[in-house]
Nanobody, 120 residues
Framework: QVQLVESGGGLVQAGGSLRLSCAAS????????MAWYRQAPGKQRELVAL???????NYANSVKGRFTISRDNAKNTVDLQMNSLKTEDTAVYYC??????????????WGQGTQVTVSS
């Protein structure tokens, strides 16, 4: 069993900052790519940022220069630092990871989601 648990969502005013964290636990051998996705009401889930095991990153154009993704391979965690938040960043944010379990099964896992609301 593998679990991803997110924390750090909440309500913030436009221009403010929030930091999301996600911790993976369970029967983990290694974790490949980790990512954050978001889904706003009435919209499709979209990739916000991803980071490979070696630290290469990729960001959605809408968040470049404002969000920073980072990970700690020793702790199996991934964070998303969100600065200069805009009302359009309001969404449920989901942690995502490609995990190789101790039984050598590679699967994609999702967290339960954390709400981020940016008020004007």
């Amino acid at each position: 069993q593998v679990q991803l648990v997110e924390s750090g969502g909440g309500l913030v005013q436009a221009g403010g900052s929030l930091r999301l964290s996600c911790a993976a636990s369970g029967s983990i051998f290694s974790i490949n790519t980790m990512a954050w996705y978001r889904q706003a009401p009435g919209k499709q889930r979209e990739l916000v940022a991803l980071i490979t095991r070696l630290g290469s990153t990729n960001y959605a154009n809408s968040v470049k220069g404002r969000f920073t993704i980072s990970r700690d391979n020793a702790k199996n965690t991934v964070d998303l630092q969100m600065n200069s938040l805009k009302t359009e960043d309001t969404a449920v944010y989901y942690c995502n990871a490609d995990i190789l379990t101790r039984s050598r099964t590679l699967s994609t896992y999702w967290g339960q989601g954390t709400q981020v609301t940016v008020s004007s």
